[in-house]
């Protein structure tokens, strides 16, 4: 599946997404790399909740 970088940096500004063919691309390139780890915060919050009645569809 070809990605749309443009609309993942739009959606993550700030942020640099690696997939896993990233890593292995550069793993192959280097000759080097183990396994790759990332550490992140996690962001806890209240989702807005909106009760669907399915008998109407």
Do not use: C
Request: proline share 2%.
């Amino acid at each position: 599946m070809k990605k749309d970088y443009l609309t993942i940096y739009k959606k993550f500004s700030g942020a640099v997404p690696v997939f896993n063919f990233n890593f292995h691309q550069w793993q192959d390139k280097h000759h080097s790399g183990g396994d790759f780890i990332i550490y992140s915060d996690v962001f806890w919050f209240d989702a807005d909740v909106t009760e669907i009645n399915l008998d109407e569809y």
